[in-house]
Nanobody
Framework: VQLQASGGGLVQAGGSLRLSCAAS????????VGWFRQAPGKEREFVAA????????YYADSVKGRFTISRDDAKNTAYLQMISLKPEDTAVYYC??????????????????WGQGTQVTVSS
């Protein structure tokens, strides 16, 4: 499956963005999806994950209450709604997917398929 992340941009602190992760090549159904981010000079970190069924979601403490992950399998797309953005949210955001995620999907090593990343910049 090929993933295409989009929706990033420049926003002021307190603003909102919605990232999309569109899958092609095969159906998205049955794949757990995760969002990760990497800021300059830092390691890639977990942001949010959603189970293949959509019933379970998980968030990093730093984004809990501000970010919401969702999926629409009919559109082969997953989303990351981000509100109350902070300058420390500035990073390249990546979506990832895999059918074989056995845990909660918090680790990048659990995912085989990755999108190319979309830049999110939050100005103060």
């Amino acid at each position: 499956v090929q993933l295409q992340a989009s929706g990033g941009g420049l926003v002021q602190a307190g603003g909102s963005l919605r990232l999309s992760c569109a899958a092609s090549g095969r159906t998205f159904s049955g794949y757990a999806v995760g969002w990760f981010r990497q800021a300059p000079g830092k390691e890639r970190e977990f942001v949010a994950a959603i189970s293949w069924s959509g019933y379970s979601t998980y968030y990093a403490d730093s984004v809990k209450g501000r970010f919401t992950i969702s999926r629409d399998d009919a559109k082969n797309t997953a989303y990351l709604q981000m509100i109350s953005l902070k300058p420390e949210d500035t990073a390249v955001y990546y979506c990832a997917a895999d059918r074989r995620v056995a845990g909660r999907g918090l680790l990048s090593s659990e995912y085989m398929y990755w999108g190319q990343g979309t830049q999110v910049t939050v100005s103060s």
